[in-house]
């Protein structure tokens, strides 16, 4: 990994937001000081269902704004809803966004808000700064502790014809509000918390081994992967525990500041392939292939994993560089497991014959720019056939 200069020149990009119980009321008021008198409410049936979409629908009829729903949203949101969801936002006359769900709703709402502003295919965004106008204003309401959408520069969609998921990255896709509330958590079920927690703490890792880390990436990468392993098995047992919920989604949002910023790497570029050419769901694809990608990774940045294994529990003093490499493997793979997570990809159906194709695509991933390893592709097919 390159040595990072103090006087190294580094962006740090971050939205307003409101942290803690009873911010999810405050939709409608937010809309008001935007000007809004209609918005796009952008969710899907699971938190339909659940209750929370009401919830801030009624904070909206509260505060004198008229909205429109849009709930045709998959798991791993695709290109045909983006645009679906542009069209009731033009033909509708709507005036803003209040994205309410975890990563799908509100990646199809920051992609919603591109296509309204620059009327192009959303695919043509795709990559590093190539959204030229602003959305309107978004307001995200995150229901999930994972994807961290509220807070990132990151939208990512399923192109469905090729396939593949495109990643698009934009400070335009900063919402202008979120409101972070840590009730929703509570109806979350249990694979849904570890699936998406266990997202946030490979933002976290990754955007701490990230080649564009920062000092202050670094801060709240450590503190996620702290708030994070100390919360997640007890929000599994206690669920309704708002106190538990409360530091999973401190250490989701600690863990969005650092990737938004630091980006992120290997493991998010090989998931986004799984995902987009297998439609797995992202969580639980990065879970099952973090260890492999820390193995992998480890001789780029021993200091930076050794630090990770501490923080995830008790790291070998003086031990041999090949044994702290295993180590820190196994902790992350204890921990997964501790978490009830004890499936391969196999189990999720992918198959040798998978590989060759999954790691070309996961070559031109942009999350690949930022590993702080640069694999081949038989390095990455060896990856991923470890995972199996
Ligand atoms: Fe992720």
């Given at each position: 990994?390159t040595p ?5 020149l580094?962006?740090?990009?971050v939205?307003e937001f ?7 009321d405050?939709?409608g008021r937010y809309?008001r000081?935007f ?8 969710t ?6 659940a209750?929370?979409t009401?919830r ?6 509260n505060?004198g ?8 949203i998959s ?6 809803e ?19 769900g975890?990563?799908s709703?509100?990646?199809c ?8 502003s620059?009327?192009?295919?959303i695919l ?14 978004l ?9 961290s959408?509220?807070v990132?520069?990151?939208?990512i969609?399923?192109?469905?014809r ?8 934009s ?9 972070l509330d ?5 109806t ?6 570890v699936?998406t927690g ?9 955007a ?21 392993v100390?919360s997640?098995p007890d929000?599994v ?5 708002l106190s538990?919920r409360?530091?999973t989604?401190l250490g989701?949002?600690h863990a969005?500041?650092?990737?938004s ?6 493991v ?6 799984l995902?987009g ?6 969580g639980?694809?990065?879970?099952l ?6 193995a992998y990774?480890?001789?780029a ?12 529990g008790?790291?070998?003093?003086g031990?041999g ?9 196994n902790?992350?793979?204890s921990?997964?497991?501790?978490l ?8 999720l ?6 590989l060759?194709?999954?790691a ?15 694999p081949?592709?038989?390095?990455v ?5 470890s995972?199996?």
């Amino acid at each position: 990994m390159t040595p990072q200069s103090e006087l190294e020149l580094k962006k740090f990009v971050v939205p307003e937001f409101i942290f803690g119980s009873g911010s999810l009321d405050l939709a409608g008021r937010y809309a008001r000081n935007f000007g809004l008198r209609k918005v796009l409410l952008v969710t899907d049936p699971g938190v339909r269902r659940a209750g929370w979409t009401e919830r801030v629908s009624e904070s909206l009829i509260n505060a004198g704004i008229s909205y429109e729903v849009f709930d045709r949203i998959s798991p791993n949101p695709r290109a045909a809803e983006v645009m679906a969801g542009a069209e009731v936002y033009r033909a509708t006359e709507c005036q803003g966004i209040v994205a309410v769900g975890g990563g799908s709703p509100m990646d199809c709402a920051k992609g919603i808000g591109i296509v309204s502003s620059n009327r192009r295919s959303i695919l043509s965004y795709e990559g590093v700064d190539q959204v030229l106008l602003p959305g309107p204003p978004l307001i995200c309401i995150p229901t999930t502790a994972g994807s961290s959408a509220d807070v990132s520069q990151f939208a990512i969609i399923t192109d469905e014809r090729e396939k593949r998921k495109i990643a698009i990255i934009s400070k335009t896709l900063v919402p202008d509000i979120s409101l972070l509330d840590p009730l929703p958590l509570t109806t979350m079920d249990a694979e849904l918390t570890v699936d998406t927690g266990l997202d946030a703490l490979c933002h976290a890792i990754e955007a701490y081994v990230s080649n564009a880390s920062s000092p202050m990436t670094d801060l709240h990468a450590l503190q996620a992967i702290h708030l994070l392993v100390s919360s997640l098995p007890d929000a599994v047992t206690a669920p309704d525990a708002l106190s538990i919920r409360y530091r999973t989604m401190l250490g989701s949002l600690h863990a969005g500041l650092a990737f938004s910023n630091a980006s992120l790497g290997a493991v998010h570029a090989m998931a986004h392939s799984l995902g987009g050419l297998l439609d797995l769901a992202h969580g639980r694809c990065n879970a099952l292939l973090l260890e492999h990608v820390a193995a992998y990774n480890y001789d780029a940045a021993p200091e930076r994993y050794d630090a990770i294994g501490r923080s995830l529990g008790a790291a070998p003093c003086g031990v041999g560089h090949d044994e702290r490499r295993s180590h820190i493997q196994n902790t992350i793979a204890s921990f997964r497991r501790s978490l009830g997570v004890g499936v391969t990809l196999s189990n999720l159906g992918v198959t040798g014959c998978d590989l060759s194709d999954l790691a070309l695509r996961a070559l031109n991933d942009p999350c690949m720019a930022t590993n702080p390893r640069r694999p081949t592709h038989r390095e990455v097919e060896m990856i991923y056939a470890s995972a199996l």
